[in-house]
């Protein structure tokens, strides 16, 4: 659809007859678009890492510690994921406008980083649940510290279940289209899919040229499936564990 021309758009041909990049053409003339990718990069970049640290140690608490109150916790964590972030992007304006954190890149980060812990800390707990305790209380014995079998034994094996969550993550903050909307005003830290959501007004709707724009935004993505898809069917495949 991108490389149709505007005549042929109404047309039930799969393949355009006379393909054309005026689309495209018309896309990158509308602005600047360097900076909302390179903010779209920042802020899924920064919120895949974070979320993936932060969870990766979440679910090993919750996998392999005993305590008062796991199972409201582990259930909090399933919960926070069914609540809309509609529902609570008034408060996270709120929140951003006096810590004076409304657009920016750091503020639209910990917003996501809120909306993304919970889901990435249920993802890896079902990686964390499929090693055996047995590797870190073998290393227990050989004298590592319970710290350092976590870095030298479970994080080397669940290497791929971490590198699974950090790009559902980072798609996940890639797409949002809500918040970025909500919390940025300028080009300062607003993202791609804002842009993509300008092309259509009340009174128009750019469809070839939107069709461009989300061709260009899904790229990165696609680019990093083809260089990393070893390592993304190595995670879901084998959920972390190697016999």
Not at 132 to 150: H, I, N, Y
Not at 170 to 182: C, G, P, S
Request: aromatic share 14%; glycine share 8%; hydrophobic share 55%.
């Amino acid at each position: 659809m991108s490389l149709k021309p505007g005549r042929e758009m109404a047309t039930g041909t799969l393949f355009p007859k006379h393909p054309t990049f005026e689309h495209y053409r018309v896309f990158f003339q509308r602005g600047n678009l360097v900076k909302p990718l390179l903010n779209s990069f920042m802020v899924s970049a920064c919120t895949g890492l974070l979320a993936t640290g932060f969870s990766f140690l979440a679910a090993y608490a919750i996998v392999r510690f005993r305590f008062v109150g796991k199972a409201a916790v582990f259930q909090s964590i399933i919960g926070a994921q069914f609540i809309p972030l509609s529902s609570v992007v008034v408060p996270f304006y709120l929140l951003l406008y006096h810590l004076k954190l409304l657009d920016t890149v750091v503020g639209l980060t910990l917003v996501y980083l809120v909306y993304c812990v919970p889901f990435a800390t249920w993802l890896l707990i079902g990686f964390l649940q499929k090693i055996p305790k047995d590797f870190e209380e073998a290393a227990q014995v050989d004298g590592c510290s319970r710290l350092g079998a976590l870095f030298k034994v479970v994080l080397p094996i669940a290497r791929p279940g971490i590198f699974v969550t950090f790009v559902f993550v980072f798609i996940k903050a890639w797409q949002e289209y809500l918040a970025a909307v909500m919390l940025t005003a300028t080009d300062r830290a607003r993202t791609l899919p804002v842009v993509l959501g300008g092309l259509q007004t009340q009174t128009s709707f750019e469809f070839g040229t939107m069709m461009a724009g989300v061709v260009v935004a899904g790229l990165p993505v696609l680019l990093a499936f083809m260089f990393l898809n070893k390592w993304f069917l190595k995670g879901t495949v084998s959920g972390g564990v190697k016999g």
